[in-house]
């Protein structure tokens, strides 16, 4: 049994409002997002083309990646619309004592 690996990723006041913000953890490139009350995150980086999906485009539960339009589901990092066929790694969340972590394995 493998231990969980909670990583502190940044203040829960830094957290966009509604929007997406992309930021390094644990060496990764990470895109964070809040869609009202709920916290998600998935990797930063389309699987389709390489760029940053803090720079698409948050409607919903979704993120639009600003090259090509794909998107993506950011609850599971499914992709819902073309060109995008492989999802995204998503990562668990929890936000503690003001802080925001991820689990990261």
Avoid at 6 to 19: F, H, T
Avoid at 20 to 26: D, E, I, N, R, S
Avoid at 71 to 89: N, Q, S
Wanted: aromatic share 6%; with cysteine; proline share 5%.
């Amino acid at each position: 049994m493998g231990t969980t690996n909670w990583v502190d990723a940044l203040s829960a006041d830094e957290l966009p409002i509604d929007d997406v913000t992309g930021l390094a953890v644990a060496g990764r490139d990470i895109a964070i997002y809040t869609v009202g009350d709920a916290v998600y995150a998935t990797d930063n980086i389309c699987t389709h083309g390489h760029a940053r999906l803090c720079d698409g485009f948050l409607d919903g539960h979704e993120i639009e990646c600003p090259l090509h339009q794909g998107k993506f589901d950011v609850r599971d990092g499914k992709p819902t619309c073309a060109p995008v066929t492989e999802a995204l790694r998503s990562y668990p969340v929890k936000v503690e004592g003001g802080r925001v972590y991820l689990q990261i394995d």
